[in-house]
């Protein structure tokens, strides 16, 4: 039975002042993440990214404008799952370095008033951590009921069933078997992953005396991987229930609804924060998959709710994917896709909850070849216009490696045989055995390698391109994984782009600038959506909520921002030869029925752009050019990216 220690409902929340724009240094931080295997070689001897390498690139990432640096997993770990599977909590692994050198990257952070981010990744642990080869051990051993292990079912020729039909992530069913004590341990991920009981109080506290380890060692605070997994539905006996049948050509079933968001999930991240968190001053962001609707982030980061600081949704980066299958690409509709940045823009600045801002992470392909264009004409332009679409966003920006030079996604020549992340390599094996089943696979074996180059996770984890000589200045040994060499020798890298004012990385440091320059727009005020139902222009205006008072009304035109910056982004290859925002395009956007979540006051007023428009920032050197002629603005390139500040309305 949940226990809350703060049991305030999303309706007692809706009752409270607004925090949203009380200032907080996580809220304004720019959190800059290191897949640290890809990042940089300091060691120069093994072709894997370490510890060494971070340290050596710190000033770089302080000039970028990074205050924050997020390590994903760097633990001890047989690295099955690149890290995601932890042998050793307390320990670093040997390849990335040693628990020393991570008490100096510490140091060398505060030098530079900088702070480090770790990964918590408590849902699941290695089969290799010791945890779980004592529970192993049999059914008496102490450490048994840290796992949840099942009696299985039998099937009608006898053979040996799992406990219920839930599907793991990486493909087949989510129980692995144990022959010497006849049951199944539940592993949503993959076999050497076991889920840990989150029931059990000798669990919860060890995983309080992990983040405590960490933290007392300086770290600013934790990314929670797939934190709303740990508390899983069960019946009253204790069995998991089936999923229901979604997928009738499978034989195992998607089961998020039964271990997603479950019954204790807020209980036992509140005593994480009571017991541990709220003794310290730090930075959280917990990753919550399949959280669609903002009513089941609100919970999660409403101060009064004493749990986390912010989270990770997907509703954004599942708009381009099929939601079964996420390797299976499908095209956004860009009506559609700025009702989602809406949605959540809009419901934050209403409620208290607070966003991780992130468009790329080690899970996500790159973003300029998703959502803009990487060819030669468009992928300087295209990156520059990402960089001002994301840091227009409010909540906690999250950069990661590469992005700020426009990576771009793996070539499209290189086989299937580079693609070394097991999502990838699961989904076709199981697509070429459903085949060889004579059953209908989620995809033709002969397209995956065209999804991958679309969608997979490695497209994120070639190496930081350095400079354009060997292995892009990675590493002068022989890379852990390909490096898109020919891409570095192109220019696409951070030497060469240093060196070039209107460079993707040059764009991304004036973004950076300029989102702390108009942060009581973007991060603490409001968001005006216009023009919802464009298929190729979004645009939107951020207003300073310290608005003045119009004496003539109460309505929302009387109350008139302090500052409002007009953000235009062009998402298309075509030029658009003339885009008109009439003077009551926010009003009519809030009176558009199909947009869903309404903007709070004030809704700017549009009137006289010509005179109030002052251009801010372009994705191109000759964005400057464009001029506004009454409410047209004209030629905005194929994919330009736009910040006008407004004068104040009279």
């Known amino acids: 039975m949940s226990n809350l220690r703060y049991p305030l409902s999303n309706a007692d929340l809706a009752k409270l002042q607004s925090s949203y724009s009380e200032p907080a240094w996580w809220k304004e931080a720019v959190v800059y993440q290191i897949w640290p295997a890809s990042f940089l070689n300091g060691n120069a001897q093994d072709g894997v990214g370490d510890l060494g390498g971070v340290m050596s690139k710190l000033d770089y990432l302080k000039d970028l404008g990074a205050d924050v640096v997020w390590l994903s997993p760097c633990y001890e770990s047989p690295d099955k799952d690149y890290g995601y599977d932890v042998a050793d909590y307390k320990k670093i692994a040997d390849r990335y370095g040693s628990n020393e050198q991570l008490e100096q990257l510490i140091a060398e952070l505060k030098k530079r008033d900088m702070k480090l981010m770790m990964d918590l990744i408590v849902n699941h642990t290695s089969s290799e951590h010791a945890w779980f080869k004592e529970s192993l051990k049999g059914k008496d051993s102490p450490k048994r009921d840290w796992y949840i292990w099942r009696k299985g079912k039998v099937g009608a020729n006898g053979e040996k069933l799992p406990p219920n039909n839930w599907v793991a992530f990486f493909t087949g069913p989510a129980w692995t078997y144990d022959e010497a004590s006849d049951e199944w341990y539940l592993c949503i991920f993959s076999p050497w992953q076991p889920d840990l009981n ?21 770290v600013a605070g934790f990314r929670m991987d797939v934190i709303n997994e740990i508390s899983k539905t069960y019946n009253a006996d204790g069995s998991l229930p089936d999923a229901p049948i979604t997928e009738p050509n499978s034989k195992y079933q998607p089961a998020v609804s039964l271990f997603c968001d479950g019954p204790r999930v807020h209980e036992f991240i509140q005593e994480l924060g009571e017991k541990v968190l709220s003794k310290y001053d730090t930075i959280t962001v917990g990753e919550t998959p399949h959280a669609k609707h903002p009513d089941i982030l609100l919970p999660w980061t409403h101060p009064a709710r004493h749990e986390l600081r912010s989270c990770f949704t997907f509703d954004l980066h599942d708009q381009d994917g099929d939601q079964q299958w996420p390797l299976i690409p499908k095209k956004i ?31 996500q392909a790159r973003t300029v070849s998703r959502w803009a264009s990487d060819s030669a004409e468009h992928r300087k332009t295209a990156a520059r216009m990402i960089s001002l679409f994301q840091t227009s966003l409010s909540g906690s920006l999250y950069v990661y490696q590469g992005q700020e030079i426009g990576m771009k996604n793996i070539p499209h020549d290189w086989p299937i045989e580079e693609y070394k992340d097991v999502a990838t390599v699961n989904f076709l094996k199981e697509c070429r055995e459903l085949v060889e089943q004579g059953r209908q696979p989620p995809a033709d074996p002969k397209e995956v390698p065209v999804f991958a180059q679309q969608k997979a996770r490695d497209n994120a984890r070639t190496p930081v391109q350095w400079t354009a000589g060997p292995h892009a200045g990675f590493s002068t040994a022989e890379p852990w994984m390909r490096v898109q060499e020919e891409d570095a020798k192109q220019g696409w890298n951070v030497e060469e782009e240093l060196k070039d004012r209107w460079s993707v990385l040059s764009g991304w440091r004036d973004a950076l600038r300029g989102r702390r320059e108009f942060k009581d727009c973007i991060l603490y005020g409001n968001f005006n959506l216009l023009k919802p139902q464009d298929e190729k222009v979004m645009s939107y205006v951020r207003n300073s909520c310290d608005a003045r008072s119009n004496s003539d009304s109460d309505s929302a035109r009387a109350s008139v921002p302090s500052r409002s910056l007009l953000v235009i982004l062009n998402f298309s290859a075509d030029t658009i030869d003339s885009y008109e925002l009439s003077p009551d395009a926010a009003h009519e956007a809030q009176e558009d029925a199909r947009v869903q979540y309404k903007s709070e006051a004030p809704i700017v007023e549009l009137h006289d752009l010509e005179k109030r428009a002052r251009l801010v920032l372009g994705s191109r050197e000759d964005s400057k050019e464009l001029r506004w002629k009454g409410q047209i603005l004209s030629r905005i390139r194929p994919f330009e990216g736009l910040w006008f500040e407004l004068a104040p309305s009279i």
């Open 198 to 218: 989150w029931e059990n109080p000798a669990v919860r506290e060890a995983v309080h005396d992990i983040a405590k380890f960490w933290l007392d060692k300086g």
């Open 333 to 363: 509709h860009l009506p559609h896709f700025a009702g989602i940045v809406n949605k959540w823009q809009t419901y934050c600045h209403r409620t208290s909850a607070w966003l991780a801002n992130y468009f790329e992470n080690h899970d």
